[in-house]
């Protein structure tokens, strides 16, 4: 299974998750309220990444998705830190000098806590302050950029935010705990607002200014980097079925409200789509399959039919995440073969894929679950911050140096 020439490899990683030192985003301020573990020093990934780089490269990764965090950048509203770009800049550098192609993310789930205290993207004019953030980072690194992702999985975050109540705000429709994801959050509850109202507000606010503000960001960014491959990254559950007619009808339905609802609406203003994928449901399918740590069925060839799904647009699209939580690494190597291979299928179909992102680099917080979900091709001792490489990413090294399957 060979892929085209100029395929890139690589894995990714989100700001929040891996930096640590972060205390002036909404995460961090829930985590202070005790509403969602703390998240501290991370995997100190600010101050190490020059030899999270060596091993990324140590591993034959050609490319790296990154996210910048828009607190440090933007801390007070309107007023930018130039030191924190000039750290950005240098993680940029390190990635070049390790022969790395560096992508970045604007907003990966954390907010800066002047924009989430004064209503986030409730705000009316929360799609030109996200541009203005844009149109500063496009100015700043544009040049050394690859590629800029504006916002990481918009459905997810307004989902566990506005629907679910999981997430910052926290706010959350009546009936809903049933939802939850984390044991934590079904335990104690998911937070204390729980109104009706919350679902006008995802559907006619937030989903709305989530559209505006990468299209706004996409007009930004390419008024002053006019080259710039500009993306969205989009959460793509593989929804399918079996031959009945009524649960084709809710695959089609599901696929409708999860994947192109949203991007029916973003498309125009993306020159390629970032793909995550993690999850598929087969409706009326009784075949029981194993699970990863999260609880998700083990079912990477998915991928295919997730990208499938948005080859619909016929714009480029690249895996920007998909991988396994596998604490003791046993599953791992056998799941990264199976989701390479779907990707290999949907290209052999006709499918233009430019790229691979491994999730993760590293182990990471794992947001409502804290750091015990372990999806790093790197295993972190959260004590010592030793690294350790995991088997599992031998075979990945051996896809890569391939481009492609062998065996
Ligand atoms: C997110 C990551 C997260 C991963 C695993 C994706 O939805 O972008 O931040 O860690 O899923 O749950």
């Known amino acids: 299974m060979t892929f085209p020439k100029g395929f890139y490899w690589g894995a990714a990683t989100a700001s929040y998750q891996v930096e640590g030192g972060i205390e002036n985003c909404d995460w961090a301020k829930a985590a202070r309220e005790g509403r969602v573990p703390p998240c501290g020093r991370a995997c100190d990934h600010y101050n190490r990444y020059e030899a999270d780089f060596d091993i990324a490269k140590s591993l034959g990764h050609n490319a790296h998705r990154f996210s910048l965090e828009w607190a440090r950048i933007e801390p007070e509203e309107g ?74 999985e918009p459905m997810v975050v307004n989902s566990l935010g506005y629907l679910v109540g999981e997430w910052p705000p926290f706010k959350r429709v009546p009936h809903i705990k049933k939802f939850a994801l984390s044991d934590r959050a079904r335990r104690d509850g998911l937070g204390p607002t729980t109104s009706w109202k919350n679902w006008f507000v995802f559907f006619f606010k937030v989903d709305k200014n989530f559209v505006r503000a990468h299209n706004a960001a996409y007009d930004a960014i390419k008024s002053v980097a006019p080259s710039m491959e500009v993306s969205i990254v989009k959460h793509t559950v593989y929804y399918h079925s ?166």
């Open 79 to 152: 007023k930018f830190d130039e030191r924190e770009i000039e750290h950005y800049r240098v993680v940029i550098k390190a990635l070049k000098k390790s022969g790395i192609k560096p992508y970045t993310t604007l907003w990966h789930f954390t907010l800066p806590l002047w924009f989430s205290e004064s209503g986030g993207f409730e705000r009316k004019d929360s799609p030109e302050i996200f541009a203005r953030y844009a149109k500063y980072v496009a100015e700043k690194l544009g040049s050394d950029l690859e590629g800029i992702s504006t916002i990481n």
């Open 242 to 407: 079996n031959e009945n007619l009524i649960n084709k009808v809710k695959a089609k339905v599901a696929n409708w409200y999860w994947t192109y609802r949203f991007m029916n609406r973003v498309i125009d203003k993306c020159d390629s789509v970032g793909v995550n994928y993690y999850q598929h449901k087969k409706f009326g399918d009784k075949e029981i399959r194993p699970k990863t740590d999260m609880g998700w069925e083990v079912y990477p060839e998915g991928i295919e039919g997730a990208l499938k799904l948005l080859w619909r647009y016929k714009k480029p699209l690249f895996v920007s995440e998909a991988g396994v939580a596998d604490h003791d690494d046993d599953m791992r190597a056998d799941y990264i073969k199976r989701q390479v291979a779907g990707v290999w299928k949907a290209i052999q179909d006709g499918v233009d894929v430019r790229g691979h992102m491994y999730w993760s680099l590293l182990d990471n917080y794992e947001w409502a679950f804290g750091f015990n979900k372990r999806f790093g091709l790197v295993e972190i001792d959260y004590d010592t911050l030793e690294r350790k490489i995991r088997p599992s990413a031998y075979v990945y090294k051996q896809i890569i140096e391939a481009n492609g399957i062998v065996d």
